[in-house]
């Protein structure tokens, strides 16, 4: 059986489950704490090299690291991969934004907020990634406003790359109170059959 390294705290383990959870693939999921360093241990490096999750063993001793190319293999087949190669092209586009313009300004605000607790001490920091975020959350509602998903009319995996750290901005101090479309698109991934909710920030 699939194995699956993460933790639901994370948004990019989460991408993981909501594929599998989506396309119905059956997974054991090996709970893999940031916090308490068991991404860096020699086990855990020996696995995965970049000391990172989530992190995917296809079968015994074959690892897929980076979320998003775990949502690539695993959607495969599946409606959630367009056939189109521009429609495919168009889904890459918006996953590779994800890791460049979204991803490290919202996420991180949300990991230095509320797992390292320190929105005080990174109050600098946290304010240069503020406009950076809200530039990605703006380019995202100029393209859902009359849209339903990313990309043509039903989702996609760079609807589920996004959707993870884009439901939980406000945890990094991102409002999304101006961004309707993005909020009726994150009530549109919910209501996707299969959907499983990330569990709720404690
Ligand atoms: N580009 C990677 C980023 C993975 C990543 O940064 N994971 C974080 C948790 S969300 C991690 O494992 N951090 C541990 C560390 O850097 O030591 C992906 O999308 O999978």
Redesign the pocket.
């Known amino acids: 059986m699939i194995k699956v390294y993460g ?1 639901l705290v ?4 989460f ?1 993981v489950k909501l594929i599998l959870d989506l396309t119905g693939v059956a997974y054991e999921w090996i709970h ?1 704490s ?1 916090m308490d ?1 068991e ?2 241990t020699s086990g855990f490096l020996a696995k995965n090299p ?6 995917v063993e296809l079968e015994p001793g074959d690892f897929l ?6 949502l690539y293999y695993f959607a495969q087949g599946s409606q959630y991969w367009p056939d189109d190669n521009r429609a495919q092209a168009e889904v890459l586009q918006w996953m590779f934004f994800e ?1 460049y313009s979204h ?1 490290p300004y919202i ?1 991180t605000s949300i ?1 230095k907020i509320k797992f390292l607790d320190k929105e005080h001490e990174l109050a600098e920091e946290l304010a240069a990634a503020r406009p950076k975020g809200y530039a990605a959350l703006d380019l995202m509602e100029k393209a859902l406003s009359g849209a339903s998903f990313l990309v043509g009319e039903g989702p996609t995996i760079a609807d589920f790359a996004l959707y993870a750290y884009t439901h939980r901005a406000h945890l990094g101090g991102f409002s999304l109170a101006d961004y309707s479309a993005i909020r009726a698109w994150l009530d549109r991934v919910r209501a996707l059959p299969g959907f499983v909710a990330m569990p709720p920030y404690e």
Do not use: H, M, W, Y
Not at 10 to 13: D, L, Q, R
Not at 50 to 55: A, D, E, M, T, V
């Open positions: 933790d994370s948004g990019n383990c991408k893999t940031v360093g991404t860096r970049n000391g990172r999750i989530p992190l690291p980076e979320s998003n190319a775990a890791q991803e996420a990991f």
